[in-house]
């Protein structure tokens, strides 16, 4: 989804473009498979809010049809961390009462305080991809080992979990599961629960298949050559639990669990910058689908030597040490 929308961007600004994927787009052995992602403006920071924010616009534009509006609902423990980043970043919070937050969400439960984003909602991933890739020469099946051994006038590497070794980055493929539960209508809201302690949990709905929901930052360490993607059974009862907990109207029983790859960055901030004459964008760290169109939107700037936002400086790669 990152390749995606910086070839996108480029072919806006006039470039002839050519994608190479190594394996397939939406290939289940990447980073962007699936039927759902969250897109929110809420962050714990202003600088993410911002951001947030611009690459929703962008989202609108590209593929409307895509995004399902229902809203997000935050609550757990630092939420309030979230409302005083939105209102840095110029965004008043909106806080509801529980029973606003009980009639959003019938089937779920949720303690207070409870903060709205009304801007938020999900993305339906594999719809996403189609409208990103419409128009473009992508060459399916086509590895490329040494971007910078391309000819042409820009290049830009987006391999997702292959970033790492690839420019010497201090990057670790994890893999990250879901599992889908039945009861929840295609209109409810996506929830993040920050947890009592360090636990969180994400939902959302993902039409089709059923409502989503992950626990975050559990992930495995693991090999992206590797052709499987292998569900844990340990986790998907924890997660079984969790809904058995705090989504009592959901039926605990999961329809179905799957697991993809996220790359994380010892910093869990994305990587874009220019290395060795190649621009580089990646280090998802779980959250970069909801930001995918303005990250290549910033790729493709930066390839014409662009000065990027502010809010960018935060991804060089020179903050990693690289091997």
């Known amino acids: 989804m990152i390749g995606l929308s910086a070839a996108r961007a480029l072919a806006h600004d006039g470039f002839a473009v050519t994608v190479y994927e190594r394996h397939r787009v939406g290939t289940p052995l990447g980073s962007s498979p699936g039927r759902s992602r969250i897109y929110r403006r809420a962050y714990p920071e202003p600088d993410y809010v911002d951001l947030s924010a611009q690459a929703i616009e962008l989202w609108r534009q590209i593929a409307p049809q895509a995004l399902r509006g229902n809203g997000l609902m935050i609550h757990g423990a630092g939420v309030e961390q979230w409302g005083e980043a939105m209102e840095s970043a110029g965004i008043a919070p909106e806080w509801i009462e529980l029973d606003q937050a009980r009639a959003l969400f019938p089937e779920a439960r949720v303690e207070g305080p409870v903060l709205w984003d009304d801007e938020g909602g999900a993305v339906m991933a594999d719809e996403a991809l189609v409208a990103l890739a419409a128009g473009l020469d992508v060459r399916e099946g086509v590895?490329?080992?040494?971007?910078?051994?391309?000819?042409?006038?820009?290049?830009?590497?987006?391999?997702?979990?292959?970033?790492?070794p690839m420019f010497d980055l201090p990057l670790e493929p994890w893999l990250e599961q879901v599992s889908y539960f039945a009861g929840a209508p295609d209109t409810r809201p996506s929830v993040i629960d920050l947890g009592r302690s360090e636990r969180l949990f994400y939902a959302l709905v993902a039409p089709g298949v059923g409502y989503k929901v992950a626990e975050d930052g559990v992930a495995r360490p693991w090999d992206p050559d590797r052709p499987d993607r292998p569900v844990d059974p340990a986790q998907e009862q924890r997660i079984a639990d969790y809904v058995?907990?705090?989504?009592?109207?959901?039926?605990?029983?999961?329809?179905?669990a799957e697991a993809c790859l996220y790359t994380m960055t010892p910093d869990s901030d994305f990587v874009l910058d220019e290395i060795d004459g190649v621009v580089v964008c990646g280090g998802d760290s779980g959250h970069a689908f909801k930001l995918a169109p303005l990250l290549g939107r910033l790729a493709a700037d930066l390839a014409q030597g662009r000065e990027l936002p502010s809010q960018a400086r935060r991804f060089a790669a020179g903050r990693l040490a690289r091997s």
């Open 244 to 256: 058995g907990e705090w989504f009592p109207g959901l039926d605990p029983q999961s329809m179905h």
């Open 143 to 164: 590895a490329v080992d040494d971007p910078r051994t391309l000819e042409a006038d820009v290049v830009v590497a987006c391999p997702g979990a292959w970033l790492g």
